[in-house]
C-alpha cells in the first residue's frame, strides 16, 4: 500500500527566503507525482506534475524534482511572498491502481510573513 | 466550463437524512473522482470513474454512500442516513484520460451534519 508523507508539517519564513518542502513515498512504482496547492476553503490547484521517467519540472518561481529510486520529491520555491502562503500537498499516482487515483500526504502549511 | 464545478459548497444537514452532491466535470474530461477532507486529516480517495463506469468504488467508507455518473459527464454522490463522522469536505476531481494525465479538482462541498 503506498503511503505518503510531507515533511515539514508547519512551516513559516519571512518573505524573500528560498524554501524546499519534502515528500517521500514508499512505492517507487509510479505513474507521475503532483504538487498542488490549497488556499483555506478552496479545492486543490495542481502548481507541477512530474512523470515517473522525469527528473525535474519548472513553473516560475516553483521547481520540482523527483527521484523515484528512493521515493522522494523536493518543491523548491524561490523568493517566496506573502502571496505563497497556503497548504502545500504531494501526491503519488501509482502503478496498479485505477485511472489516476492519487495518495496523498497530509500537506505542509506555509506561512509568508511580509 | 473553465473549471470543475461542485454544489452545493456547503450543505447543513440533520442526522439520518440523506444528502446528494454534485460534480460537474471540465467537459471532455472521461475520468472523474471523488474525494474527501475530514477535518485533520489527509485526503481519502471514494470512488473513480471512467465514462459512467466505476471501476474502483474500493474507498466508499460503507454501504450508505453511493455513486453515479450519467452521460460521461454529472456524476452525483449519495450520502443516505448521515452521521456526524460524515461531516467533511467533498471533493471532485476529473481528468482528461484515465492514466498519468493531471488532475483538476473542484472547490469542494462542506458537510456538516448535525
Known amino acids: 500500500k503506498q503511503e505518503v508523507t510531507q515533511i515539514p508539517a508547519a512551516l513559516s519564513v519571512p518573505e524573500g527566503e528560498n524554501l524546499v518542502l519534502n515528500c517521500s513515498f514508499t512505492?517507487?512504482?509510479?505513474?507521475?507525482l503532483q504538487w498542488f496547492r490549497q488556499d483555506p476553503g478552496k479545492g486543490l490547484t495542481s502548481l507541477l506534475l512530474?512523470?515517473?521517467?522525469?527528473r525535474e519540472q519548472t513553473s516560475g518561481r516553483l521547481n520540482a524534482s523527483l527521484d523515484k529510486s528512493s521515493g522522494r520529491s523536493t518543491l523548491y520555491i524561490a523568493a517566496s511572498q506573502p502571496g505563497d502562503s497556503a497548504t502545500y500537498l504531494c501526491?503519488?499516482?501509482?502503478?496498479?491502481?485505477?485511472?489516476?487515483?492519487?495518495?496523498f500526504g497530509e500537506g505542509t502549511q506555509l506561512t509568508v510573513n511580509p | 466550463g473553465a473549471g470543475v464545478s461542485q454544489s452545493p459548497s456547503n450543505k447543513v444537514t440533520e442526522k439520518g437524512k440523506d444528502v446528494e452532491l454534485r460534480c460537474d466535470p471540465i467537459?471532455?474530461?472521461?475520468?472523474l473522482y471523488w474525494y474527501r477532507q475530514s477535518l485533520g486529516q489527509g485526503l481519502e480517495f471514494l470512488i473513480y470513474?471512467?465514462?459512467?463506469?466505476?471501476?474502483?468504488k474500493s474507498g466508499l467508507p460503507s454501504d450508505r454512500f453511493s455513486a453515479e455518473r450519467t452521460g460521461g459527464s454529472v456524476s452525483t454522490l449519495t450520502i443516505q442516513r448521515t452521521q456526524q463522522e460524515d461531516s467533511a469536505v467533498y471533493l471532485c476531481?476529473?481528468?482528461?484520460?484515465?492514466?498519468?494525465?493531471?488532475?483538476?479538482f473542484g472547490n469542494g462541498t462542506r458537510l456538516t451534519v448535525t
Open positions: 476531481a476529473s481528468s482528461l484520460v484515465s492514466d498519468n494525465s493531471p488532475l483538476h
Open positions: 512505492d517507487s512504482a509510479i505513474y507521475n
Open positions: 512530474i512523470q515517473s521517467s522525469q
Open positions: 501526491a503519488v499516482s501509482s502503478r496498479g491502481t485505477s485511472g489516476s487515483r492519487l495518495t
Open positions: 467537459s471532455g474530461h472521461t475520468a
Open positions: 470513474f471512467q465514462g459512467n463506469s466505476a471501476p474502483d
